[in-house]
């Protein structure tokens, strides 16, 4: 189950990718979410009727915002960018997380953190920079992305450890498929009805909903509660080799050396960050 899920998250930048040709990146943001959130209050209504008390309704609203944040600046950054590159730049976040959280909540990264944001740094620059050393719209704006993602991870570890999970994932999903419908409204033009019901574009939706958002959590939170979290948090960080795989299988991607390089730079980076660091927060990342 957990090789589900970054397998699942990974193949979900290429459907991203094929999806903002039809739609508008804070449009695919409102749909994808609200549907998820739908489903999560199908399948887990007693507990989150259990547990929807005003803290965490207020708690889940920030976080929502800061979800939506994350997700919108991804699919942005996606519409200037490839899925390969996407996928490991918003992997990254997992280096900032943390040095958000010294900031939160003042635990000091260790020496592992430092090396982890040094070498990402370098493979950030691999990735990004072209010869004119000059950063790319569509990757500043993953780069942005990574960093509320990371600052969302600090924010669930400092403030959200006590509540029930499925009741905060659920206000998540709400206010971020909210906010990118409202997004959508007023800043982009609205898909044609039948260009949404499309059946290509139907599934890709479904995909990204039910998929991505929906099952690949609960096969992340199934499979943390089995296996050691160190060996969890590397098959969970396979999400951006097997965005980058299924990219270069299924979108045609060209990966250059340099670009290699700095793919493997910010894995490296990642696992340092993850497992050698031994960094402890009560949550872990509920999707991409």
């Given at each position: 189950m957990?090789?589900?899920?970054?397998?699942?998250w990974g193949a979900s930048f290429v459907v991203m990718k094929v999806s903002l040709d039809t739609m508008g990146p804070a449009t695919l943001v409102g749909i994808r979410f609200v549907v998820a959130g739908l489903l999560m209050?199908?399948?887990?209504?007693p507990k989150i009727r259990a547990n929807f008390k005003r803290e965490t309704v207020v708690s889940g609203v920030i976080l929502g915002v800061v979800f939506f944040v994350a997700y919108w600046t991804q699919n942005v950054?996606?519409?200037d960018t490839t899925p390969g590159k996407n996928a490991f730049?918003?992997?990254?976040?997992v280096v900032m997380v943390p040095f958000l959280f010294w900031a939160l909540a003042?635990?000091?990264?260790?020496?592992f953190n430092i090396v982890a944001a040094i070498i990402c740094l370098v493979g950030i620059g691999f990735v990004s920079l072209?010869?004119?050393?000059?950063?790319?719209?569509?990757?500043?704006m993953t780069i942005l992305c990574a960093f509320f993602f990371a600052l969302h991870i600090a924010l669930l570890s400092k403030y959200a450890a006590d509540f029930d999970v499925f009741t905060m994932t659920f206000l998540q999903f709400m206010v971020t498929g909210i906010l990118g419908l409202l997004a959508g409204f007023a800043t982009e033009p609205m898909p044609a009805l039948e260009q949404v019901l499309?059946?290509?574009?139907?599934?890709?939706?479904?995909?990204?909903?039910v998929g991505s958002s929906f099952l690949a959590s609960l096969c992340q939170n199934v499979g943390q509660t089995r296996v050691d979290p160190s060996q969890a948090a590397i098959i969970l960080s396979l999400e951006g080799v097997f965005g980058v795989l299924i990219s270069i299988i299924f979108y045609g991607e060209i990966v250059s050396l340099r670009v290699g390089v700095g793919f493997i730079l910010i894995f490296i980076a990642v696992m340092i960050s993850e497992v050698l660091s031994k960094k402890e927060f009560p949550w872990a990342k509920q999707t991409t």
């Amino acid at each position: 189950m957990l090789l589900a899920a970054p397998l699942i998250w990974g193949a979900s930048f290429v459907v991203m990718k094929v999806s903002l040709d039809t739609m508008g990146p804070a449009t695919l943001v409102g749909i994808r979410f609200v549907v998820a959130g739908l489903l999560m209050l199908v399948f887990f209504f007693p507990k989150i009727r259990a547990n929807f008390k005003r803290e965490t309704v207020v708690s889940g609203v920030i976080l929502g915002v800061v979800f939506f944040v994350a997700y919108w600046t991804q699919n942005v950054g996606l519409t200037d960018t490839t899925p390969g590159k996407n996928a490991f730049l918003t992997s990254a976040y997992v280096v900032m997380v943390p040095f958000l959280f010294w900031a939160l909540a003042k635990k000091q990264p260790n020496g592992f953190n430092i090396v982890a944001a040094i070498i990402c740094l370098v493979g950030i620059g691999f990735v990004s920079l072209d010869a004119a050393l000059v950063l790319g719209f569509g990757d500043g704006m993953t780069i942005l992305c990574a960093f509320f993602f990371a600052l969302h991870i600090a924010l669930l570890s400092k403030y959200a450890a006590d509540f029930d999970v499925f009741t905060m994932t659920f206000l998540q999903f709400m206010v971020t498929g909210i906010l990118g419908l409202l997004a959508g409204f007023a800043t982009e033009p609205m898909p044609a009805l039948e260009q949404v019901l499309n059946p290509a574009m139907f599934w890709q939706l479904f995909y990204l909903a039910v998929g991505s958002s929906f099952l690949a959590s609960l096969c992340q939170n199934v499979g943390q509660t089995r296996v050691d979290p160190s060996q969890a948090a590397i098959i969970l960080s396979l999400e951006g080799v097997f965005g980058v795989l299924i990219s270069i299988i299924f979108y045609g991607e060209i990966v250059s050396l340099r670009v290699g390089v700095g793919f493997i730079l910010i894995f490296i980076a990642v696992m340092i960050s993850e497992v050698l660091s031994k960094k402890e927060f009560p949550w872990a990342k509920q999707t991409t």
